[in-house]
């Protein structure tokens, strides 16, 4: 028997958690993420989240 393929609705745009938008960076943060993607092994996208992430996490508003 043929093993059938299995089709789910597609989730909308954002319903994952993430949303997707654009910014400017100076193209020195850029290179220096690229260096840190090249050594670790994880995406440019990955290591922004993370870099994000932690920023929120240990930021203080004086």
Do not use: C, W
Not at 24 to 52: A, F, H, M, V
Request: aromatic share 4%.
């Amino acid at each position: 028997m043929t093993e059938k393929l299995k089709n789910t609705m597609k989730h909308p745009r954002g319903a994952d958690g993430y949303k997707t938008f654009s910014i400017r960076i100076r193209e020195e943060i850029i290179d220096q993420i690229d260096e840190i993607s090249k050594k670790t092994g994880r995406s440019r996208n990955e290591l922004i989240g993370i870099l994000l992430e932690f920023s929120l996490k240990n930021s203080e508003v004086v």
